[in-house]
């Protein structure tokens, strides 16, 4: 908003540009402090937030420099022609190309792997789905193993005397506590 404002008063180009370039530097900011509070960071993330990085950089450079490089009557044109500002442009397009990549490569991987546990899990406790626990099941008969299998006794009366409710809330208990053992876990029945 202060940025739209500027351009409609007299102030001098250098120090209108002051205001988009902080607030360019401080959104490219957040996006990084955003990268670093994800807690599972992979090769994409760390290749966005570098190439995040080398962006803030650009606008942190042109926040203090450019104030400091030339004074209140230097216009835009006179900035294009030092050739300080073609190559920041060039920078910037470059790692903003490389950056909307990396955010796209990003979203895609998350919904792929979003959906690959929609499919390995079972809906209700969350636990490997049929499918998903005998496809463990098999790479552990070549390398060797243990199974358990569980039942909870009676739990047909649980559902018929309490509601199927109950019976969902006894079977995401029991997963819970199968969970807690460390061990791959998954729902057959």
């Keep these: 908003a202060i940025v739209v404002a500027t351009k409609f008063t007299d102030m001098p180009f250098v120090y209108r540009t002051i205001f988009f370039q902080l607030a360019c530097f401080l959104a490219l900011f957040d996006c990084v402090h955003r990268i670093l509070k994800h807690s599972q960071r992979g090769l994409i993330d ?3 937030m570098a190439t995040v990085s ?3 950089a650009i606008f942190g450079f042109r926040l203090v ?3 400091i490089m030339f004074d209140a009557s230097t216009t835009y044109a006179q900035i294009i022609e030092t050739g300080v500002e073609p190559l920041t442009l060039v920078f910037s397009a470059v790692l903003s190309g490389l950056a909307v990549f990396l955010m796209l490569a990003r979203i895609i991987n998350g919904v792929i792997v979003a959906y690959r546990r929609r499919s390995e899990l079972d809906s209700l406790t969350g636990l490997l789905n049929h499918q998903a626990f ?3 099941a098999s790479i552990a008969d070549k390398t060797g193993g243990s199974v358990i299998f569980c039942d909870i006794d009676h739990f047909k009366s649980i559902n018929d005397r309490f509601g199927h409710s109950a019976g969902d809330k006894a079977l995401c ?3 819970e506590l199968l969970r807690l053992s ?3 876990t998954g729902r057959l029945g």
């Design 46 to 48: 760390y290749g966005l």
């Design 54 to 56: 080398g962006l803030m």
């Design 65 to 67: 420099a450019y104030p």
């Design 134 to 136: 005998h496809q463990l």
């Design 173 to 175: 208990a029991f997963a």
């Design 182 to 184: 460390g061990y791959p």
